[in-house]
């Protein structure tokens, strides 16, 4: 008799740590972030993994776990990457990739498993044309036509007419042809030369002689991180001595260093940032993001590029979307997974470190024109242009 209550006592408390531990595993969200912190993307992505340390760790009473991983800039890596996390880790939500190429191939991969993405790229390709994949899908980083806009305004107003267009051979270069070019034509700029190249290449001379046979007033560079240096330098060095714009994927302090006099008066549009010294403090994202410059500043030592503040926005988004999506479901299910993917879609008026997000079922990325300033290069710093 003792024997058989022994057994039965052994056995209530198995089960009893059983629960115990499943309980503990439900009470914890679970976030994979995946950057390129080695390659030849790392600028881009070396902030943004310094910047993890930096969100959220508990949420409406949940403890928030962050799994990293390095995807060394290459996309098959992303690939396998977001498998690991989906399958073994079993994330209910990614923040990532760094590059454009990363995230456009494992789109699929989190609609299929009905994990919420969070993009830190460039390209609006990941939200857009919207459909049943992309509806995983949100972007911490402004919409092409939202730069482009004040982009073309600059230029309307100084009287520049024909543009030669730079940019990478990938989908951050397609959709910024595409869409400046649209919007351009609108404004009776013509784009009179179009040359593309590879993020890793070391030579731009036969693009930059091409550009500057066409005689443009002005050239746009569409490239991320460092790739956005080599074209404007060469076509200097080549003799070209029209305006030059970039767009925010030039919005680096290694912009700055490795272009040197040759980036002076250049014009670009991107987030308050880089210029949070000049934005009055009536700004509703002043706040969020001084205090994540100065946050990241005193973990690494230096200021973050806003590539960084791209993640930490992705954290924002969470923090607000968790404690709704918890209504439906436990961390780790599908409930949970997909409430938390609806939750999302409704955020509205967050003030973050780039601007103000409104979030729609057609809008994934939801900025405004708070989400941006016209900033110029003057005397090797950035300049708002006023």
Known sequence: MFGRRFAY?????????????????QAQVKVGVVTSSTGPIALVGIPQKNSVPLLPT???????????????????ATVSAFKKLITEEKVDAIIGPSGSPNAMGVIQF???????????????????????QKKWVFKTTQNDDLIAAALIEHMAKTGITSVGFVGTADPYGDNWLKVFSEQAAKQNIKV??????QRQD??????????????????????????????????????FRGKFY??????LPDFLKLGGRKVEGTILAASLMLVLDQVGDNHPSKKVASDYVAAYEKANGSKPATFGANVFDAGLLLERAIPVA????????????????????????????????????????????RGRELITVSKGTWTLVK
């Open 192 to 197: 009179v030369a179009s040359e593309r190249f």
């Open 9 to 25: 006592s052994l056995l209530f408390s198995a089960l009893m740590v059983g629960t115990a531990h499943v309980q503990v595993a």
């Open 202 to 239: 070391t030579s731009l001379t036969a693009q930059s002689l091409k550009i500057i046979a066409a005689n443009p007033q002005a050239v746009l560079i569409a490239a991320p991180g460092s790739s956005s240096v080599l074209p404007q330098t060469t076509l200097v060095d080549q003799g």
């Open 246 to 251: 970039q767009t925010h994927g030039a919005a």
């Open 58 to 76: 508990t949420v409406a009473g949940k403890s928030v776990q962050y799994i990293t991983l390095d995807d060394a800039s290459d996309p098959t």
């Open 326 to 369: 918890l209504k439906s479901g436990e961390p780790g299910s599908p409930a949970f997974r997909s409430a938390l993917r609806d939750a999302l879609e409704q955020v509205k008026e967050l003030p973050a470190t780039q601007g103000v997000y409104n979030l729609t079922p057609a809008d994934h990325s939801g900025f405004d024109e």
């Open 110 to 132: 989190a609609a299929e498993a009905g994990v919420p993405m969070l993009a830190p790229v460039g390209t609006a390709a990941v939200v857009l044309p919207m459909n049943d």
